[in-house]
């Protein structure tokens, strides 16, 4: 006898509402609150040359700037709602969009300093191989290697008679 299995039944997720224009600004103020937080440690460490704790910082850097675009892609598609915000919802909107920039500008110095380093260090590295690498393939590049005759190194006496 052959039985038949029945499909799983299909949960039915919630629809959420479209979230609202404050709603919205909420969340960009807050996710711009803790990108400039996050930025503000990266940049800490950067300028301490702990370069080694900037990748988890890295991390949770790009997922809040990921967040941060999504909200405002949202806002944007709404933006007759955005003359309707409160007045003081505009005023925490604009004062973390401006701090988010200049904590977004020094983080960037601070990043362009360490990578500006960096390179002059692979520079300075790359030129001392080269160098070396030159200086070895010009010693037999087109004429025999030297020919040196052996010579006395060095004399042993033996003294017990």
Do not use: C, F
């Amino acid at each position: 006898m052959t039985t038949l299995l029945r499909p799983p039944a299909q949960r039915q997720t919630p629809i959420e509402p479209p979230a609202t224009p404050e709603t919205i600004v909420r969340a960009i103020a807050g996710l711009a609150a803790r990108l400039s937080e996050v930025m503000i440690k990266e940049t800490a460490l950067v300028l301490s040359g702990r370069a080694g704790d900037i990748a988890a910082l890295a991390r949770e850097k790009g997922e809040l700037a990921r967040a941060y675009a999504g909200r405002w892609g949202q806002l944007k598609s709404n933006r007759p709602a955005l003359v309707e915000l409160p007045p003081p919802l505009r005023d925490l909107l604009q004062y973390q969009v401006g701090r988010l920039s200049a904590v977004a500008a020094e983080n960037e110095r601070a990043l362009r300093l360490m990578q500006n380093a960096t390179d002059r260090v692979l520079g300075i590295v790359t030129r001392a191989i080269r160098q070396h690498y030159a200086a070895g393939a010009a010693y037999t590049r087109g004429k025999p290697p030297v020919r040196r005759t052996p010579g006395v190194l060095g004399v042993a006496l033996d003294r017990r008679l």
